[in-house]
């Protein structure tokens, strides 16, 4: 006595009809995706830029001053040596953190804006720019 197993499957066209839709899916939701993790990135610089204030402020406190130019934010993690009442380190890591594009922050004090000016310059790391490439600024 000799059973047959009737075998089962996908034919190729339900296959390319099952790729078809998750490609037009893809190209309809993709680029949703890639606009909100633009501005996730725009939003951690900000909330750096918030931390960052924060620990210039403790310093401010502490020495009457905020760090100069030349010290830079590296005076929040070590004492930049003409800091008498230094009291740090401000900052929770041990090293400065770079913007959400692996970018260096730009701090100068006295600032043009108050007595710091601290951004980033966004995704080109050029001043300017609109969308992703917006500059990021402490005194907005």
Not at 34 to 51: P, R, Y
Request: overall charge negative.
């Amino acid at each position: 006595m000799h059973t047959h197993v009737k075998q089962t499957g996908f034919s190729l066209i339900e296959l390319l009809v099952v790729l078809t839709i998750i490609a037009l899916l893809g190209a309809v939701v993709g680029p949703q995706v890639i606009k909100h993790l633009g501005g996730a990135k725009s939003d951690v610089a900000k909330m750096q830029i918030e931390d960052f204030g924060a620990a210039l402020d403790l310093y401010y406190l502490d020495n009457g001053r905020y760090p100069s130019s030349d010290e830079g934010l590296s005076a929040l993690l070590q004492s930049p040596g003409n800091a008498d009442r230094w009291n740090g380190p401000y900052l929770r890591k041990n090293s400065i953190p770079q913007d959400a594009w692996g970018n260096d922050y730009q701090y100068v004090s006295p600032g043009q804006n108050g007595p710091y000016d601290l951004s980033s310059y966004g995704a080109d790391n050029a001043a300017g720019g609109d969308g992703e490439d917006k500059d990021i600024v402490s005194w907005e």
